[in-house]
């Protein structure tokens, strides 16, 4: 009995763990990784920046990646809104949670900048 439902675990943290692999190129304007550094790669500059936390379950299942997503930002600098692009499950939350922290630059209307948050 323990064997079948360590086996279904198994192919469902394997399917999990592989979506991410699903989205490979997406151009990117920021990325926040293991060294909390944050690269500007054009579009709006990044004022301050909230690294996210590494879920638990990813962590134990060691479920590494990058979360892609499209952030609208208000003109104010502040992100009011996300959309997910890409990434696993397991670590979408975290990604968003952090990056509607975040704060741009001021501009003259809304934006919407591509970001990469890498979990490593």
């Known amino acids: 009995m323990f064997r079948k439902y360590g086996v279904k675990f198994f192919v469902a943290a394997m399917v999990l763990s592989s979506a991410g692999l699903l989205y490979t190129a997406y151009p990117i304007h ?4 293991a060294s909390g550094e ?12 909230v690294k996210p936390d590494y879920p638990q ?9 990058t979360v892609r997503l499209e952030a609208t930002v208000a003109a104010d600098g502040k992100v ?3 959309k997910v692009v890409g990434g696993s499950p397991l670590l979408v ?12 630059e ?4 809304e934006s919407v900048e591509n970001v990469e948050v890498v979990f490593q």
């Open 57 to 65: 379950i990813a962590r134990q299942m060691r479920v590494t990646g």
């Open 38 to 49: 944050v690269k500007d790669h054009g579009g709006r500059k990044i004022k301050t920046s």
């Open 93 to 104: 939350q975290e990604a968003v949670t952090a990056v509607k922290k975040w704060k741009y």
């Open 80 to 82: 009011r809104d996300t």
């Open 30 to 33: 920021a990325q926040d990784n």
């Open 106 to 109: 001021e501009a003259s209307k």
